[in-house]
């Protein structure tokens, strides 16, 4: 997984965490939000619980966010989606468009 350098991190979200995601722990209500560069969704949502798990090893995921609590996560990727949609930029090109932000 390739972390964002312009990654959000959820206010309550410390550099113990991030510690913990460089050695793959799992944590319990800790939340990343993803672009699957290779895959069809927009934004993914993922429990770090979850993403270290075998059937997301070969995904192409950029970490853009980290926070506690999966309500928070769908918060910024509303507020991305928000942000975007005041540019007057056609939807079709959200994707490239986040990677290349992002990236």
Do not use: C, W
Not at 29 to 56: A, H, Q, R, T
Not at 80 to 86: A, R
């Amino acid at each position: 997984m390739e972390y964002s350098k312009k990654m959000q991190l959820g206010d309550d979200i410390d550099t113990s965490v991030i510690d913990a995601m460089d050695k793959e722990l799992r944590m319990l209500d800790i939340f990343y939000v993803v672009i699957d560069k290779k895959g069809d969704n927009l934004f993914e949502i993922i429990e770090s619980v979850e993403i270290y798990k075998p059937m997301y090893k070969d995904k192409k995921y950029l970490l853009i966010g980290v926070f506690s609590g999966k309500s928070k996560a769908v918060k910024y990727i509303l507020h991305l989606l928000e942000k975007y949609l005041e540019t007057g930029r056609d939807m079709k090109r959200a994707k490239s468009y986040f990677v290349l932000h992002f990236s």
